[in-house]
């Protein structure tokens, strides 16, 4: 069984690497360097240096790199409004659930994602959402992961310019 511990602030440049890969293996391609990566790091340590706060990640640590990170699954709890079939609006995103290659089919990320529903449940979390890649998707399926209604759609907001035209 993996040695799975919650991340903390140290682990936030590790975890961006991480996404990296994650983002590479559900694009076919490894995503080009840039502000996005300062960004994400600037978010992850301000989340990760609040231990009560909204968001957690779950990490493996790399066995022959000191500091380095082999697996992570990164959450956090998003609070809308309620409704009857999730009268507290709570609601789980799970993101970030990667595993480097060479550490793979060892059940690391299994070993994360269950830290990361353990955390939800503990802070009375009752819905979870993800998406899934399809090498995650036996995964997600496996613990109990079911595809949910509806269509989603993504607005791109231009930084200028009408909408709407």
Do not use: K
């Amino acid at each position: 069984m993996s040695d799975v511990r919650r991340a903390g602030v140290a682990d936030a440049e590790e975890l961006i690497r991480l996404r990296g890969l994650m983002l590479a293996a559900v694009r076919g391609r490894e995503p080009a360097p840039g502000p996005w990566q300062e960004h994400a790091l600037r978010l992850a340590r301000a989340q990760l240096g609040d231990p009560d706060g909204p968001a957690a990640a779950f990490v493996v640590d790399a066995p022959d790199l000191p500091g380095g990170l082999v697996a992570c699954a990164y959450g956090v709890i998003e609070n809308r409004l309620g409704g009857p079939d999730n009268p507290t609006g709570q609601t789980g995103y799970v993101y970030n659930v990667v595993t480097e290659p060479a550490h793979r089919r060892r059940g690391h990320s299994r070993a994360c994602l269950l830290a990361l529903l353990d955390w939800y449940r503990d802070r009375g979390v009752r819905r979870v959402d993800l998406r899934a890649s399809p090498d995650g998707a036996p995964l997600y399926r496996q613990l109990g992961f079911r595809p949910a209604s509806g269509t989603a759609m993504r607005l791109a907001v231009p930084a200028a310019g009408p909408l709407g035209g």
